[in-house]
C-alpha cells in the first residue's frame, strides 16, 4: 500500500471519530436538557407545595387552637362549679380565735355560777352552825321563863327577860330560823325525832303527843330536830 493510501485511511478514521464525538456530544447536550427541564419542573411543583403547606399548616393550626380553647375552657368551668375555693387562712385562724373565745367565756360564766352557788352554800352552812350553837341558849330562856311563879311573871325582871328573849326569836326569824310545829302533828321522821311513845286520849296514834325540845328549820333546812313523844 502506498503512502498515500495509508494517509487516506487515517484520515477517514479521524473523521469518523470526529463525526462520533460531536453525535455524543450532541446527545449528552440534549439529555442534559431533558435532565434540566425535569429539574426545573421539580422545583417548581416544590415551590407550589411549600406556598401551599404554610396555608395548610396554619389552617391546621388554627383547628389545633380551636381544640385547646375548647378542652381550656372545660376544665376552666369545671373548675369554677365543680370544685370549691379554698378557704382564706386568716379568716379560718380569726373563726377558730371567736369559738375559743365563745368556749372560754361559756366556761367562765358556768364557774363564776358555780362559784357563787358554792360560796352561797358555805356562808348558809357556816351561819348555820353558828346559829345551831344559839339554840341552847333560847332553851335557857324558855326554862328559865317557864320556872318564874305566876306572881312573879308581872314583875320587872320577869318582863325584861321575856322581852329579851322576844327580840332574840325576832331576829332569828328575819335570818331565817323557824321553829317547827310538833304538838298534834302526824309524825314525820325527817322533822321530828321520837324518844319515847306514850298513852293519849287527846291524839290519835302516830301522832305527836308532847314536845319534849322545841325543832328549828333554817330556812329549808332542818337546823335541829324537835324531841318529841308520840302517841301510841
Known amino acids: 500500500m502506498s503512502e498515500k493510501e495509508i494517509l487516506e485511511n487515517i484520515m477517514e478514521e479521524l473523521e469518523n471519530e470526529a463525526n462520533e464525538k460531536a453525535g455524543s456530544e450532541k446527545s449528552s447536550g440534549q439529555k442534559s436538557k431533558d435532565e434540566t427541564a425535569e429539574e426545573a419542573a421539580g422545583k417548581a411543583a416544590a415551590e407550589e407545595v411549600a406556598k401551599e403547606a404554610p396555608a395548610a399548616d396554619k389552617a391546621q393550626a388554627e383547628e389545633t387552637s380551636d381544640e385547646a380553647s375548647a378542652e381550656g375552657e372545660e376544665p376552666k368551668k369545671k373548675g369554677l362549679f365543680g370544685k370549691k375555693d379554698k378557704k382564706d387562712p386568716l379568716k379560718e385562724k380569726v373563726d377558730e380565735l371567736n369559738d375559743k373565745l365563745i368556749r372560754q367565756m361559756a366556761e367562765f360564766e ?3 355560777k358555780r362559784t357563787d352557788k358554792e360560796k352561797a352554800q358555805m356562808f348558809e352552812q357556816g351561819q348555820g352552825n353558828v346559829l345551831e350553837k344559839l339554840l341552847p341558849v ?19 325582871f320577869a318582863d325584861g327577860m321575856n322581852k329579851i328573849y322576844k327580840q332574840l326569836i325576832k331576829q332569828l326569824e328575819d335570818l331565817g330560823v323557824t321553829p317547827i310545829e310538833a304538838v298534834g302533828k302526824e309524825f314525820d321522821p325527817n322533822l321530828h325525832n321520837a324518844v319515847m311513845q306514850v298513852e293519849s286520849a287527846e291524839y290519835e296514834s302516830g301522832f305527836v303527843a308532847q314536845e319534849l325540845q322545841k325543832g328549828y328549820m333554817f330556812h329549808d333546812t332542818v337546823l335541829r330536830h324537835s324531841m318529841v313523844a308520840v302517841a301510841q
Open 110 to 112: 358556768n364557774f363564776r
Open 138 to 156: 333560847i332553851d335557857n330562856f324558855e326554862r328559865g321563863l317557864a320556872a318564874v311563879p305566876e306572881e312573879e311573871k308581872e314583875g320587872a
